[in-house]
């Protein structure tokens, strides 16, 4: 059960439910969880892992650039995204907040604010951080990608803001 005022820890089995912008939400994409990320959840229970969801990037991918009203599908294997150019390459940037819509769901807000990222983006990935790895010390630390969506082509400007709302239910 999620509590309010807990951490974002994810702690127990849960999915990516859906992925809609916000505060307008005119697109909606499905999320899906990684691989590793289901991985690591299995590890929970059978190693006492722990791992943190805290954090974000926003990329170039993840629409067809053939038809960009219209999202790929994103694959439960990746490690990474495909462009990630928020907040560059090779950092993250940390969720802004965190909501419990229900008692068995949580959902990250996301923002990137006005004059950062102006591309046009179509992917978003949330990271999780491995926090304890009792079997594996060398892993504390670790990122990895935890869940991934796609939607059509999203052009930001510097005018305005842009969010996002990842929600994880059971």
Same mark, same amino acid.
């Given at each position: 059960?999620?509590?309010?005022?807990?951490?974002?820890?994810?702690?127990?089995?849960?999915?990516?439910?859906?992925?809609?912008?916000?505060?307008?939400?005119?697109?909606?994409?499905?999320?899906?969880?990684?691989?590793?990320?289901?991985?690591?959840?299995?590890?929970?229970?059978?190693?006492?892992?722990?791992?943190?969801?805290?954090?974000?990037?926003?990329?170039?991918?993840?629409? +067809?650039?053939?038809? =960009? $009203?219209?999202? #790929?599908?994103? @694959?439960?294997? /990746? !490690?990474?995204?495909? +462009?990630?150019?928020? =907040? $560059?390459?090779? #950092?993250?940037? @940390?969720?802004? /907040? !965190?909501?419990?819509?229900?008692?068995?769901?949580?959902?990250?807000?996301?923002?990137?604010?006005?004059?950062?990222?102006?591309?046009?983006?179509?992917?978003?990935?949330?990271?999780?951080?491995?926090?304890?790895?009792?079997?594996?010390?060398?892993?504390?630390?670790?990122?990895?990608?935890?869940?991934?969506?796609?939607?059509?082509?999203?052009?930001?400007?510097?005018?305005?803001?842009?969010?996002?709302?990842?929600?994880?239910?059971?």
């Amino acid at each position: 059960m999620l509590v309010a005022g807990v951490p974002p820890a994810i702690t127990g089995r849960f999915i990516v439910a859906t992925c809609v912008p916000y505060p307008a939400a005119t697109n909606s994409a499905v999320a899906i969880l990684t691989d590793t990320a289901r991985t690591n959840m299995a590890r929970i229970a059978t190693e006492g892992l722990n791992f943190e969801v805290l954090e974000f990037q926003a990329g170039r991918g993840g629409y +067809d650039v053939a038809d =960009p $009203t219209q999202a #790929t599908v994103p @694959l439960a294997a /990746s !490690v990474a995204l495909i +462009d990630p150019v928020f =907040p $560059t390459p090779i #950092t993250y940037e @940390l969720i802004d /907040s !965190v909501e419990y819509p229900n008692n068995s769901s949580v959902a990250f807000l996301c923002r990137i604010e006005k004059a950062e990222a102006l591309y046009g983006l179509g992917e978003l990935g949330i990271w999780a951080t491995i926090i304890n790895s009792p079997l594996f010390p060398a892993e504390n630390g670790t990122k990895f990608l935890f869940a991934i969506a796609h939607v059509p082509l999203q052009g930001k400007t510097d005018s305005h803001v842009y969010g996002w709302r990842i929600v994880v239910a059971p």
